[in-house]
């Protein structure tokens, strides 16, 4: 809960800074040249690593270099789609580094790994739907007010699915009447029928 007021006031501060922050388009290209150096930069000192870790590594070098280049467009030409397209790089780049993480275990470990990657990225791209929605101008306040109801909605729908299957994959870790009951169980919490 304290994370999503979190993403949110980070998502609308941004809104607001990156509008007071457009740059040129040479100041532009030269963010461009500093992102690239840096992700060739990450890259290499990926090469001295083996195995996953080497992977998690370019996986970590390569959302870094989205991010990178999409808060650099967020700066160029503000509006409230470039914010929550950094909010969905940060939530790709968060996924990916997490997923790649998942493949040192095995086994119901790893598929609980991943579905609660997977419920993390739907939350914060979520969130990023919702901050959207607040910070886009509406033609009256009760219009707004619709949007805002909405995209809430929807978002607490998509969180709740997200979180459900992550969920209902621990339960696969059992066998007979506990995983039964396991799946029951969250079945009711999460409103499944």
Do not use: W
Not at 20 to 49: E, H, N, P
Not at 134 to 163: G, Y
């Amino acid at each position: 809960m304290q994370f999503t007021r979190t993403l949110m006031a980070s998502v609308a501060a941004g809104l607001l800074a990156t509008s007071a922050l457009a740059m040129t388009d040479a100041d532009y290209k030269a963010g461009k040249d500093r992102i690239s150096a840096d992700y060739k930069a990450a890259k290499q000192k990926c090469d001295g690593l083996k195995d996953n870790a080497k992977d998690v590594c370019m996986k970590e070098a390569k959302g870094a270099e989205d991010v990178a280049k999409a808060e650099l467009d967020a700066q160029h030409k503000p509006s409230a789609k470039a914010t929550r397209k950094v909010a969905d790089a940060k939530a790709d780049a968060a996924y990916d580094v997490a997923k790649e993480k998942c493949d040192d275990l095995k086994g119901n470990d790893k598929d609980v790994c991943v579905k609660d990657a997977k419920a993390a990225r739907v939350k914060a791209k979520e969130d990023a739907k919702v901050a959207e929605a607040q910070a886009k101008p509406a033609d009256s306040a009760a219009a707004k007010s619709a949007d805002v109801a909405e995209a809430r909605k929807d978002a607490s729908a998509e969180k709740n699915d997200a979180a459900y299957k992550a969920a209902k994959e621990r339960c696969d870790a059992m066998s007979g009447d506990a995983k039964s009951k396991c799946v029951d169980d969250m079945k009711r919490m999460y409103g499944k029928s």
